[in-house]
C-alpha cells in the first residue's frame, strides 16, 4: 500500500546550524482537475524537513508544488 500527497513548498528558512527548514502544506487549486482529487484524499496537512545538503535544498523552488509518496518499510 502506498500514499501519495500533493504538497506546496511554503517557505525555506536558514537554520544556525548552517542548514535550511523546509516547510511543504497541502494547497490545491479548484481549477486544477489533479488538485481535485488530491484535496478529497489528503485535505490538510503539513510536513517540515530539516535539510543539511546545500545542493538538495536548492533544487527547491517556493510556490512550486511537489509529490510526496508514503509506503511501508518492509
Not at 32 to 46: C, N
Not at 47 to 67: C, M, R, T
Amino acid at each position: 500500500m502506498s500514499i501519495r500527497a500533493k504538497m506546496t513548498l511554503e517557505g525555506i528558512f536558514a537554520q544556525s546550524w548552517g542548514g535550511a527548514k523546509a516547510i511543504f502544506r497541502c494547497t490545491y487549486d479548484q481549477k486544477v482537475a489533479e488538485d481535485l482529487s488530491f484535496q478529497k484524499a489528503t485535505p490538510t496537512g503539513m510536513a517540515e524537513f530539516q535539510i543539511d545538503n546545500p545542493k538538495a535544498a536548492e533544487q527547491l523552488v517556493i510556490g512550486k508544488s511537489y509529490y510526496f509518496d508514503i509506503s511501508p518499510v518492509d
